[in-house]
C-alpha cells in the first residue's frame, strides 16, 4: 500500500530511495547501530558490517523500479526490481522491522547466481 | 498485515497454506490458468508450467515458517523461510497480483546458490 500511514513503511521507503539515489550516508542514516540482517552471504551484525554489504552495491547500481511496499506499525516489505552493471534484473525484497525511526531488523532475499555467474566470466575474461 | 481484508492477500495466504501443506491440487486451484511468472530460474508462463516448478519443491520442502504478509485489493507479498532437504534454510517473497480469486501474476524470489550447491554435492557424491 504505496502512500498509507505505515511508519514502517515511511522509513523502509525513505532507506529504499536514499539507496536508489546512490546516497549511502542518507540510507545508512535509516539502518540502526545494532543491526540484524539476514542476506544471501549469511548474517550481518551492526551497521559497519551493513555498510560493508551495500556500500559496494550501490556502486554497481544503475537503476531499481519498485514493485510492491506495504507495511504496519512495525514492520514493512519493499520488493524492487534492480539494474545494475554486472546483471540486468536482479529483483530484491526486503521486510524491515522498523524501531524509533531505524531499521533493526532485515531479511534480505535475491538470487546470487547471476552476480556469482558475472563475477567468475569476469576472473576468467582475457585481460 | 496479516488477517487484513485484502482479497488479494486472501488469495495468496490460501495459496500459501495449501502449499505449505503439500496440497499441489488446492494449491494450483488458486493459479490462473495464464499466469506469468518471473522466477530466479526464468519466466514461467501457464499452470502446467507453473505446476512443473513447484510441484518438484514442494517434493523437498519439509517445513515453513510465514515472515510477512501484507496485501491490497490486487497486489499481495508474501515472505516466509522454508526448511528443504537440501537447504535448511531457503527464505523466499513472492508478490503476486490477482483477479477473480486467481494469481495471475507472480514476482518470485529466493536464492538459487544454496540449492546450486547442494545438487552439486550430490552429484559428486560416492553412489
Not at 534492480?82 to 526486503?94: F, H, M, Q, R
Request: with cysteine.
Amino acid at each position: 500500500m504505496i502512500g498509507s500511514t505505515s511508519p514502517a513503511l515511511e522509513v523502509a521507503l525513505a532507506y529504499y530511495k536514499a539507496w536508489t539515489n546512490h546516497d549511502l550516508e542518507k540510507a545508512m542514516s535509516y539502518i540502526a547501530d545494532d543491526i540484524v540482517c539476514d542476506a544471501p552471504a549469511g548474517r550481518l551484525v551492526g551497521a559497519a558490517a551493513y555498510r560493508d554489504f551495500i556500500g559496494p552495491f550501490l556502486q554497481i547500481l544503475t537503476g531499481s523500479e519498485l514493485v510492491a511496499a506495504f507495511g504496519d506499525d512495525e514492520k514493512a516489505v519493499v520488493m524492487y526490481d534492480t539494474e545494475t552493471l554486472p546483471v540486468e534484473s536482479a529483483p530484491g525484497a526486503e521486510c524491515v522491522t522498523v524501531k524509533d525511526g531505524k531499521i533493526t531488523r532485515s531479511l534480505f532475499i535475491f538470487n546470487r547466481v547471476p552476480f556469482d555467474a558475472a563475477r567468475r566470466a569476469q576472473a576468467n575474461a582475457p585481460t
